[in-house]
């Protein structure tokens, strides 16, 4: 009962969900096209990934597919805020859409079951989106030690206080300057 009410609402949910999430990255005056990939790839990829989110919820399916568009999300998310609460906070905004939407069919005949199965799969979606995070900060903070260590060597080895820096297995030679 509570799915179908979703699939008949789906476009309704998904355009606010969608509104909502870009109105966080860009101001009322700029117009937002999420279908240009290359105008405006943020758009198109949170739009994109928000559509596949919704479809797996609504399909009662939890696929590759939808493992692979929360985590693009979260890549963009983990890159732009600081705050992993920030990061995963889309998943809330869909939650409180859908409750919201369903708040009308309440009385309808929508089972107690149904909403709380509804609400746990949202919020393994969350706690999924924040390991995702954390993984990608992880990553980014990896990565920027080893930039670190790196630039340092290389200002040691020009002032000539070190002999040259050690390489790691793949790594490329490139000069600072």
């Known amino acids: 009962m509570i799915y179908d009410i979703l699939r008949q609402r789906r ?3 998904l355009k606010k969900w969608i509104d909502t999430a870009l109105d966080q990255y860009f101001s009322g005056n700029l117009k937002i096209n999420d279908n240009d990939r290359f105008g405006n790839p943020v758009a198109y990829s949170i739009s994109g990934g928000f559509e596949t989110i919704l479809d797996e919820i609504v399909a009662e399916t939890h696929t590759a597919r939808l493992d692979d ?14 705050k992993p609460s ?17 708040a009308d069919s309440a009385q309808n005949g929508i ?18 989106a924040f390991d995702i995070f ?7 903070y990896e990565i920027r030690s080893k930039e670190f260590i790196k630039r340092s060597y290389k200002l040691l ?21």
């Open 157 to 177: 080895e020009r002032a000539n206080i070190t002999g040259p820096a050690p390489r790691q297995k793949g790594e490329v030679d490139d000069e600072i300057g």
């Open 134 to 140: 954390m993984k990608c900060r992880e990553k980014l």
């Open 69 to 82: 568009a929360l985590e693009e999300i979260v890549k963009i998310k983990s890159l732009e805020v600081e």
């Open 11 to 13: 476009d309704i949910i």
């Open 111 to 128: 089972s107690t079951g149904e909403m709380e199965k509804l609400n746990n799969d949202i919020d393994n979606l969350i706690l999924s």
């Open 86 to 102: 920030m990061a995963v906070d889309f998943l809330l905004r869909l939650k409180t859409l859908i409750q919201n939407e369903l």
